[in-house]
C-alpha cells in the first residue's frame, strides 16, 4: 500500500484526480473523506492543504504526493522530485505599482515586499544583494502596494491579469514553477515498486496528450507518399482491404498539425478517414 497526499481544495486538485483516473485509479468517495482508498490500486489518498503536502512527505506521513514545485522551494524539506507533471504552470515574479518607473532589480533597495513567499525571496535578494524588507502576508498579497502596506509584491502570476487589475506590473521573474510528483526521500520496497508502477502509468497518459489516432484507406501505389505525409513514432499499421488494390493505413499523429496532414492525405486520394482519440500509448 502506498499512500498520496493530494490538494483537498484548489487549482491542482482537479488535474490531480484526472491524471489518477487517466491512468485508472479512482478513489471512493473522493470529494468526501479526508482519506480514502482505491479498488483498483493499492494506493489511498490523504487530501490535505497544498501548503502542508511537503512536510507530510518528507516525514513519511504520506509515501509521495502532487505539489506545486514553489512550495516545495519555499518551505525548504528535503523531498524526492519524481516526476515534473507539465501542468500547475506559473512563476512567482515581483511587481510594482504600474506608475513607478523601474530600473533594475537594484529598485528594491530599501523597499517593503509582501508576500506568502519569504524563503523564497529572502534567499532571491541575498543572492542578488538587495536589502529590503520582507512583509508576509498569507493572502490578498496583490492588494498591499494599494493599501499602503508595501511598495511591492512577489506573488504567484499565470495570465498577469490579477496585477493589472490591481494596477501593477510584473518587473522580474525569481522561478517558474509546475506541479509535481514528489516522494519520500529514500522510499523502498514495496512502496518503491508502486511508485515506479504510477510514474509508468502517468508517462503512458502523458505520451498521448495532444496526439490523435488516425485510420484511412489509400490506393496500393500511393501508400508510400501517405507514409512520408504521416511520419510515425513507430513503422505505421499497413493492413490490406478487401479490394485487393487498396490499403489501410493507421497511426499517431499529433493533434496541432491534423488538418494539414489530412488535407494532404485527400489530396493524394485517401478516403475514410477516421480520426480517434488516444488514451494512453504504452511504449
Ligand atoms: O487551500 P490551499 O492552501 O491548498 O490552496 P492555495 O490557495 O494555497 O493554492 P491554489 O489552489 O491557489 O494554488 C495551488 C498551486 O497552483 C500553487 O501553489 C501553484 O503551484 C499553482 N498555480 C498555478 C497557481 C496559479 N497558477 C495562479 N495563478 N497558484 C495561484 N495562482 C493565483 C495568482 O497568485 C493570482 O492571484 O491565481 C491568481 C490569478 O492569476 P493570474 O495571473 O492568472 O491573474
Ligand atoms: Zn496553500
Redesign the pocket.
Known amino acids: 500500500m502506498i499512500r498520496v497526499a493530494l ?6 486538485n482537479e488535474d490531480s484526480l484526472r491524471l489518477f483516473s487517466e491512468a485508472g485509479i479512482r478513489f471512493e468517495n473522493a470529494k468526501r473523506k479526508l482519506l480514502s482508498k482505491s479498488e483498483d490500486f493499492p494506493i489511498e489518498v490523504l487530501y490535505l ?3 502542508d503536502i511537503p512536510s507530510a512527505v518528507s516525514s513519511g506521513v504520506a509515501d509521495i504526493g502532487f505539489v ?4 516545495i522551494e519555499e518551505k525548504g524539506f528535503d523531498v524526492e522530485v519524481v516526476h515534473k507533471l507539465g501542468w ?3 512563476r512567482i515574479s515581483l511587481a510594482i505599482a504600474k506608475s513607478e518607473e523601474y530600473t533594475d532589480i537594484s529598485w528594491f533597495n530599501g523597499k517593503r515586499v509582501a508576500t506568502s513567499y519569504p524563503n523564497i525571496l529572502k534567499k532571491f535578494f541575498n543572492e542578488n544583494g538587495i536589502d529590503a524588507v520582507i512583509e508576509e502576508i498569507a493572502g490578498s498579497v ?1 492588494i498591499a502596494p494599494a493599501v499602503g502596506m508595501a511598495d511591492a509584491i512577489f ?9 493589472v487589475s490591481n494596477g501593477l506590473k510584473e518587473v522580474h521573474t525569481v522561478m517558474k ?1 509546475e ?1 509535481a510528483l514528489i516522494a519520500t526521500v529514500g522510499l523502498s520496497g514495496e512502496k518503491r515498486e508502486l511508485l515506479e508502477q504510477l510514474k509508468f502509468r502517468f508517462e503512458s497518459v502523458e505520451r498521448s496528450e495532444g496526439k490523435k489516432y488516425i485510420l484511412f484507406n489509400i490506393p496500393n501505389d500511393k501508400i508510400d507518399e501517405a507514409l512520408e505525409i504521416i511520419p510515425s513514432l513507430k513503422s505505421p499499421t499497413l493492413l490490406p482491404l478487401a479490394n485487393k488494390s487498396w490499403s489501410s493505413i493507421h497511426a499517431v499523429v499529433e493533434e496541432s498539425v491534423l488538418w494539414s496532414k489530412i488535407n494532404l492525405l485527400k489530396g493524394i486520394g485517401a478516403e475514410d478517414i477516421l480520426v480517434l482519440s488516444l488514451e494512453m500509448m504504452v511504449l
Open positions: 490538494q483537498a481544495k484548489g487549482r491542482l492543504r497544498d501548503d506545486g514545485i514553489n512550495e500547475g504552470k506559473c496583490e506573488d504567484i502570476v499565470s495570465s498577469g491579469s490579477t496585477l514553477s506541479a
